[in-house]
């Protein structure tokens, strides 16, 4: 079972465009929504998060935007640069800030290839 | 100062041979992780570990078996290995209630079965 699907596979943005990734949820226990990046030959890392008590969270050029009503949540990348060319993955876990030990379930993954 | 490293990095054998992955963070997280990514990068969880303990298994063959010798290690070994078990292994760790349980991967171990 999909529990979180991501949209679109895969994503042409010439640089300087906005590139945005958009994720659905279907578990309405899950509080924490973080967002992986991964670059070939490595392992993911964390680029930003956001839990639902926010609508929206921005750390540089990256923007979390979440709509919990339509358990939705996208990450918008301004001023795209062909540095940010990787795969992108949302995620989603629950028990957030306490004792749960954090299972993630990951979106498909998202392709982005910035041109110059 | 490497995070979490995993060895070996490649991985090539035939069928039905058993391999092992090994796994070390220095981060002095309390869980570990291992997780599978297919052909089309798809992620998805295998097990889990906290202080020495397993707390999740994703309905994994049996042929899978995650061991912790400390909170520090969570080796992988496979046994009878098959065509399907090529992917790309990555091990993680985090501390719960940090920052929302961000998960530090390794750098993967790619495992390609013949």
């Known amino acids: 079972q999909q529990q979180v699907k991501q949209s679109p596979q895969s994503l042409i943005v010439q640089k300087g465009g906005i590139s945005i990734i958009n994720c659905a949820y279907e578990n309405t226990a899950f509080d924490y929504f973080p967002w992986y990046q991964q670059f070939p030959g490595k392992g993911p890392a964390l680029l930003i998060a956001i839990r639902p008590d926010v609508s929206e969270k921005k750390e540089g050029r990256f923007t979390i935007s979440f709509n919990k009503s339509a358990k939705q949540f996208s990450l918008h990348i301004m001023d795209s640069q062909p540095g940010d060319s990787a795969t992108y993955f949302c995620?989603?876990?629950?028990?957030?800030?306490?004792?749960?030990?954090?299972?993630?379930?990951f979106g498909q993954g998202t392709i982005l290839t910035v041109h110059p | 100062d490497t995070a979490v490293s995993q060895t070996p990095k490649y991985l090539v054998t035939q069928m039905g041979n058993d391999k092992s992955i090994k796994c070390e963070q220095n981060l002095g997280h309390d869980t570990m992780y291992w997780y599978k990514q297919d052909s089309k990068k798809f992620l998805k969880i295998m097990f889990s570990y906290n202080n020495k303990e397993l707390i999740i298994n994703e309905t994994v063959p049996n042929r899978f078996s995650p061991k912790s010798p400390d909170k520090a290690h969570l080796n992988l070994h496979i046994n009878s290995l098959e065509l399907g078990d090529s992917a790309v292994y990555f091990c993680?760790?985090?501390?719960?209630?940090?920052?929302?349980?961000?998960?530090?991967f390794g750098p993967g171990t790619r495992l390609t079965v013949l």
């Open positions: 993680a760790s985090s501390h719960p209630g940090r920052r929302g349980n961000e998960q530090f």
């Open positions: 995620a989603a876990s629950t028990g957030a800030g306490g004792t749960s030990y954090g299972k993630l379930t």
